[in-house]
């Protein structure tokens, strides 16, 4: 998924015959909730498709920080 920067976490554990998981990733902070949580479900219908035995995915999302300091701010006083 192009949308996805980045998969920061993956478990994935057995209860019974019931498989769950969780999955943290890290897409750009400038989209919206809207967006996230679209991203967030097509996740994890590719992870059910994929997974048959697969019965619990909770994917959380975190969005990248934007740039706080300017890079003329980060320079200042280096010659």
Known sequence: MKEIIE??????RWLGHKLHTDVAILID????MNEADKISAALKKELFSHIPVLTVA????HGTAPETVSPQVADHGQA
């Not at 902070?29 to 919206?32: A, E």
């Open 7 to 12: 998969i920061l976490d993956v478990k994935a």
């Open 29 to 32: 902070g400038g989209v919206s």
């Open 58 to 61: 909770n994917v959380r999302v």
